[in-house]
């Protein structure tokens, strides 16, 4: 074991030997030794930058105040700052002193609505707001990174953006970014993110390609002189008919499909109904064939005098698509730094949960991974949207780390 990963940070336990690189690894080694000790002098700020984040949550379309303590945090380390992106979005750029790669990071910033009491002494201070799906976590993560980068400019090689998200919960955010360039002038070669997982702290969880499903929303409307309810009964066994996720199943293995009616109503004295239902996939194909499973069934209603009209929405939550190569390479540095038993292998996609970073990986090779913030020891359950949710504080180091060691690693390569 090298002892420069020994020395590497302090935070992390059980560091291994990172597979070298050939003349690049001990440069890349003396890179994250001084981020590590430039994270170990700014720890306590970072936390507190986080529980002021936690305390002042705001909801998607209303991140002004988180946008300008990130950009002003920003601004004050040298980075070339932008915002207003896509609505409050910040994007932020650190040139390196050498010539190389472009890599970016992503964090989303906005908090959710909950009536929840939050058990934490640095408690929300907005009426029926919170950070319970980790955001500010992520935002702080990012912020680190920028202090760590910012710490080897003249030696780095190649550049890094910092993508900060706003509207993230309504999956509304990262394609308004895109639009407004957030991904131009320099267009990354790769971004990563993280996201925070009910693992233990200090474990870090990936997979290849689909890492979370795509959601999209189905619309079934109904027309007829004769009473629709029995039209209606059989469309919305069909759309039930969908599923292949087994009862009770939060993630599964594989392909699947996962759909949900969430309002079925009637209008114009029952002449008219409408169907609506939520529509999850692992992979896009299958929104296709799921108009061409319903598609016989409402043509033998129009036979019967009833009229329909079929609609999908794709995307509207775009998930998570790994790139298989970017995440299998990410392996190396995320064990080295974390310990060899840190990085856990995922087999399963959640049913319930999605996100719109896959719209940065349409864009550009990316990699998703779940942060563990629970501390079992204390009681702390880091399940994203549960209402007693408690992310442990020790989870933003564990990220900084993971992340400035992958991307590093990717800007060492020169891509």
Aim: glycine residues 10%; negative net charge; aromatic residues 6%.
């Amino acid at each position: 074991m090298r002892l420069t990963y020994l020395l590497l940070f302090v935070l992390g336990a059980g560091l291994v030997q990172h597979e070298a690189r050939s003349q690049e690894a001990p440069a890349l080694e003396g890179q994250l030794a001084v981020i590590g000790e430039r994270l170990g002098e700014v720890k306590e700020d970072l936390v507190d930058f986080r529980r002021d984040l936690h305390k002042n949550p705001e909801v998607s379309g209303q991140e002004r105040r988180t946008a300008r303590k990130v950009s002003k945090r920003l601004e004050a380390l040298g980075l070339e700052v932008r915002t207003d992106i896509g609505g409050h979005g910040v994007v932020a750029v650190l040139k390196g002193g050498q010539p190389g790669p472009v890599v970016a990071f992503r964090a989303d910033m906005d908090a959710v609505f909950s009536d929840a009491p939050d058990p934490v002494s640095f408690a929300s201070r907005v009426p029926g707001v919170r950070h319970i799906c980790g955001h500010d976590i992520h935002t702080t993560i990012g912020v680190a990174l920028a202090e760590g980068f910012a710490s080897i400019q003249e030696e780095l090689a190649g550049s890094v953006v910092l993508v900060f998200q706003p509207a993230e919960e309504r999956v509304i955010g990262a394609q308004a970014m895109i639009q407004e360039g957030a991904l131009q002038d320099p267009k990354p070669d790769a971004i990563y993110a993280v996201h925070t997982a009910p693992f233990e702290t200090g474990q870090i969880g990936s997979k290849p390609n689909v890492m979370m499903a795509r959601r999209g929303n189905l619309l079934v409307n109904l027309n007829g002189d004769e009473d629709l309810s029995g039209a209606v009964k059989t469309v919305e066994n069909a759309i039930n008919g969908l599923n292949t996720v087994p009862p009770g199943a939060s993630s599964v293995e594989g392909d699947f499909v996962a759909a949900r009616i969430v309002q079925s109503v009637s209008s114009k004295k029952g002449k008219q109904w409408a169907i609506r239902a939520n529509i999850t996939t692992t992979i896009k194909k299958l929104e296709e064939q799921i108009k061409e499973d319903l598609r016989p069934v409402l043509e033998d209603l129009q036979e019967q005098g009833i009229n329909y009209e079929l609609k999908y929405e794709n995307s509207s939550a775009a998930g998570v698509t790994n790139d298989p190569a970017l995440e299998q390479r990410s392996r190396t540095p995320l064990r080295a730094v974390l310990g060899e038993d840190a990085h856990v292998e995922l087999t399963t996609v959640p049913v319930f949960f999605s996100e719109d970073f896959g719209l940065f990986q349409e864009e550009v090779p990316g990699v998703m991974y779940f942060l563990g913030v629970s501390n079992s020891e204390k009681g702390w359950v880091g399940m994203p949207h549960s209402p007693d949710y408690v992310a442990d504080e020790e989870a933003i180091f564990v990220g900084a780390k993971a992340m400035a060691a992958v991307m590093l690693d990717f800007l060492a390569e020169g891509h």
